[in-house]
Nanobody
């Protein structure tokens, strides 16, 4: 069974940066595409960024392009989300997710293993 544990959330001022981490255990990390999602108060969960099993393919929601970067370290079984130039609208619970397989792209609905989430709060 896949287990995902996020870390790195917190409170930062607008314009600041945060780097989230998510460690996968229980299965072979480099057999999974990984993704980050977020859910703001009163809103539905939305896709943020995805990365394929090798790290060669990355893709982003339009709302975060240029500001967020997803990466992975297969030797450490960890995926990261570097977030720069944060805005109050980025305040949300951020979730890590996994999709088994080796395609270059997985639509958001294909991610079926989830972490418990980490809170990111951006103050104005």
């Amino acid at each position: 069974q896949v287990r995902l544990v996020e870390s790195g959330g917190g409170l930062v001022q607008a314009g600041g940066s945060l780097k989230l981490s998510c460690a996968l255990s229980g299965r072979t990390f480099n057999s999974y595409a990984m993704g980050w999602f977020r859910q703001a108060p009163g809103k539905e969960r939305e896709f943020v960024a995805g990365i394929n099993w090798s790290g060669a393919s990355t893709y982003y929601a339009d709302s975060v392009k240029g500001g967020f970067t997803i990466s992975r370290n297969n030797a450490k079984n960890t995926v990261y989300l570097q977030m720069n130039s944060l805005k109050p609208d980025d305040t949300a619970v951020f979730y890590c997710a996994a999709a088994f397989g080796f395609r270059a792209y997985y639509p958001p609905t294909d991610f079926d293993s989830w972490g418990q989430g980490t809170q990111v709060t951006i103050s104005s």
